[in-house]
């Protein structure tokens, strides 16, 4: 497997874990007034790096991609939504639906980790 191939792994992992601290203070936050939902962007990122759509970084100082492995997750807040009188936005349906399919995507990153390191190791070995 190429060096890309372990890099897109280990960013949607990255991504994976900051969705999962994101879920759990949206969850832990649910009843705290005007408090806005956090949310994380990665895999449209890196849909858009991808395609050629995302910016491109020519210079240290430019914000953008070069390659498919800069591409990293980013926290927002999501203020578009009220829920609550309070100003709160966390429905806890939603977070907990986001919960579950973060889990299950995460375990389909580890397990083609794991494949992956599994056919290096026959390599290796063989």
Known sequence: MSNLNYELLK???DAS???QEAISSNIANVNTANYKVNQVVFESLLGQ???GVAMTATDDLHMGYSALTEV???VS???NTIVKENGN???IDTEMADQAQNSLYY???IT???AKYSALSTVISG
């Open 17 to 19: 874990s900051l969705r």
């Open 77 to 79: 807040k999501r203020t």
């Open 89 to 91: 936005n966390v429905d």
């Open 112 to 114: 083609q980790l794991n």
């Open 49 to 51: 790096a991808q395609h």
């Open 72 to 74: 990293e997750p980013v």
């Open 107 to 109: 375990n389909a990153l």
């Open 11 to 13: 960013n949607a992992l």
